[in-house]
């Protein structure tokens, strides 16, 4: 079991499947993959209290407070921190669920293409939902309507 997706079809040879799964793999292993969801929950953790707490401090909140506070330097890059760190969250577990999932067992010989298939609009999604918020956040040209 030296080869990091051995387990997947018992060790009789991945073919073309070791190739999407690798690519597909954040972290190239289970254990950084873990570690990076647990780290990015963490983030998104912090994120949340943090939100929280303004709504909870702010008495009189209204759209100045609130655009004043996100229009801080600080909360642009915690912005920016958490939609990178939901987009790794969300791949990591994405990922997870299609190599589960999407196997030979369930789809014939070409899983490999219905798991390429579903790797790539769970990045063009991804994708897109980091780009949009990231857009509205630093305002960046045409793209935030």
Known sequence: MDQPCSGVDGGRGLGGLAL?????????SGLRDFVLQRVSAVVLGLYGLCITGFFATTPAMDHAALAGFMDSVTMKVFT??????????????????GTDYIRRHYFGRGHTVYLAVYQLVC?????VY??????????LGGLAA
């Open 20 to 28: 999407v799964i690798n690519v597909g793999s954040l972290g190239r």
């Open 130 to 139: 980091v780009l949009w918020p990231l857009s509205v956040v630093w305002r």
């Open 80 to 97: 920016t921190l958490a939609v990178v760190a939901l987009a790794m969250h969300a791949w990591v577990g994405m990922w997870t669920v």
């Open 123 to 127: 990045l063009g999604t991804i994708f």
